[in-house]
């Protein structure tokens, strides 16, 4: 019988060979499985099939695991490496597993035992051939003939993946549990399920009939309502075609065979774009999926690359692509019907005054969610033009709550995700466009002229942040969420909105990815001259990765390998980088062209929060030369929470101190200042290091000195008044000193501002300015900010006030 199987396995390799490429998830099992290689592994799946046999052990021997058809060989005995769980798909099968699979797993446990240094591990491991979950109203199919087995191997071999589940160890089965048999009888139901949590996860729920759901959501009390409010403007009839039509307009309309050759498409596109594509964590989201989870995922807007990207990467990671909302804009011909294929449905930019839509659009997105699909949006709302994370915009999340609390059967949990480029193709056109060019409406000729620009871009990074399960921060939060409402909107929800969100953007960029090219960047760009020394440059390339290692911004962002040298030739190396290399007598000349400063600035933006509390310590001890350890703390206190607000920082007020501390002592560390006794000085030979540090936050405290300078001159002056004039006065200084963020100026970021100014009791409950507060945080942001950028922006606000005397003397005459 031995040689029959041997015989039949040689005989299944050669077509398996040809036709078959699997792909591996996780794609290094070892490490992200934590497996222990020292211990016997046995390998556990799901139904018999030498076919899936075969696969496996290819991909064991190429990932460095231990062949499967090879024997475990413990106390002097030879055990198999690999059981099936069942017989496989037969018309008869017992709904346990077989007889001599939950022997062997018995065998196996009896072993521990006699041995207390032995701990086998139970790798569950399943072979998907193709993805496709099928339609609501197809059967199953329940015979795989030997002709249909070898059918799948023609048309799905492109689209095989060879999933690797967390071991069990059977060392802590018997600890907890014992030995015996029904604890072997356990492990082979308990396998059983897994594998069926598996299956779905990897599949999802089947694919809709799209008319009958239309139907369903059309036939619903509140859309009848609102097409009934509606018709009260025409006709009963009109009301129902126009309801009718933005379902159509909304709808997603996933095909499979779409997404196989999505697939494809996209493999090529990534390998001619980009280097590589970095994933961490995705771990956290496969848990997610086993565990049964409704998942949304969220993602910053870097790019329209960002969803294409994130549905293959997940499809790549043994998940189903979400279906996404995406902007009305991207609905041209012939881009709109393959999204749609791809799962996007789309959303108009504004729903106000139209109720009809509304409705539909809310009873849409919550009927995804009951059956079970997983959503992604972009909480932004647009794609940020200037890198950093834009205000979010709530309407979807509240949809999310409001879709939770009708009841879903899932948890719903939201999974943030960063995402980061080493080049956006779009980052040219943002240029213009905070230059003052209108946007560039999207349809089939910009696609053509963005192809066009295909070339190597560096490497992509796609970090997914930790995930916030909604229905347990609501019930901790909001406990009163489960109670019934007359009300659409309940009392509590906009609170647990404003907070899930403002978290969720937290998450991101706790997730960031720190890249060469956003190292290089940030250092040149701290250069007044925008030039450095090669030394010099890797110098600070150096302090900044040694910094981010010994005192990490978060546990879950991620820094570059390489060395501070290979960065910087990798980034010189890149096409239209803006990163030139000059020589002169002494060296050579890092230095990045004028014209691309504002380009680079895109890509310091999107990691500039994890400098700017090592920016603020190394600012206030250059501009003091020597200060105690104290002050530091105090000063750094009273600046956090305008950089919270404004960047997203994850850090309680309670952590700063630690987290300051943990800064001072990595400077001192590396020579940047001197700690004598707690007093924090300058040290001469690195202050250049230090002044390159400190720049970080530069232009930031400007723009608060700017704010709470005009605050102090009227006291009594409206926010919206506020904002601009700080605008303008911001926008003169960045004129006469070259100062090249697109942001500097932005005045929603000084309405973030003047909002923190409120919540930090700068006004009292009559919104009376308290002036000594003010008072104090400018003599602070005075100190920090250099004598002739001062001068610059008085002269810069006498100038808005003489404008302003000059246009109310115009408006009293006329």
Known sequence: MSGLLNFYRSFLNLPLSLLVKSRAIPTHPVSELELNLEQPIVYVLPYTSQTDLLILQKNCLALNLPDPLQENVIAGQS?????????GRRFFKSKGAKIETESLFYHYLDLHRENADLDVQLLPVSVLWGRAPGKEDARHLQVLTSFQRFMSMVWFGRDNFVRFSPAVSLRYMVTEYGADEKIAQKIARVAKMHFAKLRYSAMGPRLPNREAMFNKILNSEVIQAAIAEEAKKSSLEKARKEAEKIIHEIAADVKHDSLRVADRVLSWLWNKLYQGINVQNADRVRKLALEGHEIVYVPCHRSHMDYLLLSYLLYHQGLVPPHIAAGINLNFWPAGPIFRSWGAFFIRRTFKGNRLYSTIFREYLAELFYRGYSVEYFIEGGRSRTGRLLEPKTGMMSMTLQALQRGLNRPLSIVPVYIGYEHV????????ELRGAAKEKENAGLVLRVLKKLKNLGQGYVNFGEPIQVNNYLNQHFPEWKEPVEDNRPKWLNEAVDNIANQVMVNINKAA???AKNLVGSALLASRQRALSREQLIEQIESYVQLFSNVPYSKDMTLPTECAEEMLNHVIQLPRSGVVVEKDNFGELIRLERESA???TYYRNNVQHLFVLP???ASVVLHHEAISKDLVIQSVNRIYPFLQAELFLHFKPEE?????????SEFTRQSVIKNESDMLMINRPHIRTLQLHSAGIREILQRYYISLSVLLEQPSISRGALEKESSSVAQRLSVLHGINAPEFFDKAI???FTNSLKEQGYFDTEDNLVIRKVQETEALLRSLIS????????GAMAKVDVEKIESEKVKKES
């Open 79 to 87: 055990l198999p490496r690999y059981v099936f769980l069942d017989e």
């Open 425 to 432: 193709l779009e980052v040219d056109t943002y240029a213009k």
């Open 513 to 515: 990815a720190v890249n």
């Open 598 to 600: 504002v380009l680079m």
């Open 615 to 617: 920016s603020l310590v």
């Open 656 to 664: 700063v101190v630690r987290q300051v501390e943990e800064i001072i």
């Open 750 to 752: 000084f309405s973030t």
């Open 787 to 794: 004598i002739e950028i001062q001068q610059t922006i008085q």
